[in-house]
């Protein structure tokens, strides 16, 4: 199954729902790239949410740290909201919960990139 995606801007946030699996080969492939278009975009600020994510590898969790450094390095941020228990439990064991900045939903992590101004 192809991973798909929504965006949409709230405010000065660009928010990422994907769908579907994160795994290695084209999804993964297709993640970085639209990163890159949202940067490209001008917007810095992304929001990832991983509601309707149903599975993410090793291959997935990598393209995220990556997207974390390449958004940080371009002056921006990325967090992440909505993660399923699967999800949380991959980012737990790999210790990358405490790396990334984590919220239960999209509003207060929209709402979280206005508190750091």
Do not use: H
């Amino acid at each position: 199954m192809a991973v798909s995606f929504q965006t949409k801007i709230t405010g000065d946030v660009c928010v990422l729902s994907p769908e579907g699996k994160i795994v290695i080969g084209e999804e993964v492939g297709a993640l970085r790239e639209k990163i890159r278009e949202i940067l490209d975009g001008g917007n810095k600020n992304i929001l990832i949410n991983l509601s309707n994510v149903t599975y993410i590898d090793s291959t997935g969790v990598g393209a995220l740290v990556g997207s974390f450094t390449t958004i940080r390095n371009q002056g921006g941020q990325m967090k992440l909201s909505n993660l399923s228990q699967r999800v949380r439990d991959i980012l737990l064991v790999t210790k990358l919960l405490t790396v990334f900045d984590v919220y239960e939903n999209e509003a207060d992590g929209a709402k979280s990139f206005a508190a750091r101004k």
